[in-house]
């Protein structure tokens, strides 16, 4: 048995008593963007990897899921476990149905490997291009990739920095499947929500097949305040840009914890007061509706109904 590897020096581990949000969540909420980390002991991390962070297995998750209200979880696959899904899939399958995975695959994956991961409930993969994560992200090798997914019904989804859209849009836009955006495209917030880096992202959002996730306000803010404390108005600076998506993709937007928060080096946010952001984005309880619950369930469990 190897001897687990210890943390990246600095890495904050999940904030470890949430508090119970004052925002009840609808039902049926779906938390479209979370992760798993290992536990190592099971679920070596990938040596490849830019990070080697805490232990956050999936029974954490459903146990966070519980205190905070969610029903439903999409889980991502995260960077440090690199192509290895096994972590994830095994996740989605514990959930019982009320999970899908999303998957880091490699140009070469097989039909009948994508069929596994299918049948396990992964609904589509994930293309970074944040510099900081990954290497290389090599266009043709991620065209290859979508061709293959497409069949199965699957989408793509794209984490970015808002900055290099420019480069990036056309060959989204040219990409078969339908594209989930993280995080609002890492939008700079120090930047006027009416200035040319977010109108771009809406123009780019408006004039394709694009759903957009008004998640992560922990990671995009610059001058908070944190969600700590008890601050019920927590990351103000990010309510602009996330009010504008969900006012003018209201049928395309979607919500998640990004527990447990991977690579944050400022603070790590109390959950429970993330929760209490949701209303300071999706201000009327139709709009809370949709993005908690009627998009995510037409994305991922179409035809189930809400």
């Known amino acids: 048995m190897s001897v687990p590897s210890p943390k990246t020096p600095g890495w904050l581990d999940w904030y470890p008593d949430p508090s119970v949000p004052a925002f009840r969540l609808p039902a049926g909420t779906v938390d479209a963007h979370c992760h798993v980390f290992g536990p190592q002991a099971a679920f070596p991390f990938a040596p490849e990897r830019k990070y080697t962070p805490c232990d956050a297995g999936k029974d954490r998750l459903a146990a966070l899921h519980e205190h905070l209200g969610v029903s439903r979880a999409v889980i991502v696959q995260a960077t440090c476990h690199g192509a290895d899904n096994t972590a994830m899939t095994d996740a989605v399958r514990a959930a019982g149905g009320r999970a899908r995975g999303i998957a880091t695959v490699r140009p070469d994956i097989t039909e009948a490997e994508l069929a596994e991961l299918h049948t396990a409930g992964v609904r589509g993969v994930r293309f970074n291009f944040l510099r900081r994560l990954v290497d290389a992200s090599p266009k043709e090798d991620l065209a290859t990739i979508a061709a293959k997914i497409a069949p199965l019904g699957w989408h793509i989804v794209l984490y970015f920095e808002s900055a290099d859209l420019p480069e990036l849009g056309d060959f989204f836009g040219s990409l078969p499947a339908p594209l989930v955006v993280d995080h609002m495209g890492r939008p700079d917030v120090a930047l006027p929500v009416d200035g040319p880096q977010f109108t771009g992202f809406l123009r780019f959002v408006d004039s394709h097949d694009v759903w957009v996730k008004v998640s992560c306000p922990e990671r995009l803010s610059v001058t908070g305040p944190p969600a700590l404390d008890g601050e019920k108005h927590a990351y103000t ?55 908690l619950v009627a998009n995510p369930m037409s994305l991922y469990w179409p035809g189930e109904g809400v």
């Open 237 to 291: 600076d990010v309510v602009p840009f996330a009010r504008r998506v969900v006012e003018e993709f209201g049928d395309r937007v979607l919500w998640g914890t990004d527990w447990p928060h991977p690579n944050l080096t400022d603070h790590m946010p109390d959950d429970g007061l993330l929760v209490d952001h949701v209303p300071q984005v999706a201000v009327t309880p139709e709009q809370q509706h949709r993005l």
